[in-house]
């Protein structure tokens, strides 16, 4: 069995993110979240408006608040560049906007499929 899923032009040029790349994108709540917002949102988002929307799904998870400055910098360093990093964002961190990269549909859409968010 190939285990594989062809993702076009990815950074590195050979065109294929394994599986276990894929599933090491997802692993994160917070970048499903972000790939949900952004299924949602269907165009480029501020970063600020993604981390509230993140916050609130997290609070409905957990008993306490998660620190709204804290959720910002986790997307700002972290998982906002990897998924840059795969083209399944684009993010400009000179407009702290993000929208659906090259890649964002041949990622979500084989996991999630059409109209789940994978968020609830």
């Not at 076009?8 to 065109?15: H, N, V």
């Not at 986790?74 to 083209?87: G, N, V």
Request: charged share 30%.
């Amino acid at each position: 069995m190939d285990d594989t899923l062809t993702l076009g032009d990815l950074p590195d040029g050979d065109g294929t993110l394994s599986r276990d790349g894929i599933f090491d994108l997802l692993a994160e709540q917070r970048r499903r979240y972000v790939v949900a917002y952004l299924d949602e949102a269907e165009a480029s988002v501020a970063v600020t408006d993604l981390a509230r929307r993140i916050v609130q799904w997290e609070s409905e998870q957990s008993s306490s608040d998660p620190d709204p400055e804290a959720v910002s910098r986790s997307l700002h360093h972290c998982h906002l560049p990897k998924l840059e990093d795969a083209d399944v964002v684009a993010y400009d961190a000179d407009t702290t906007e993000v929208r659906p990269g090259p890649n964002f549909d041949r990622l979500w859409k084989p996991v999630y499929g059409e109209g789940d968010t994978g968020a609830e």
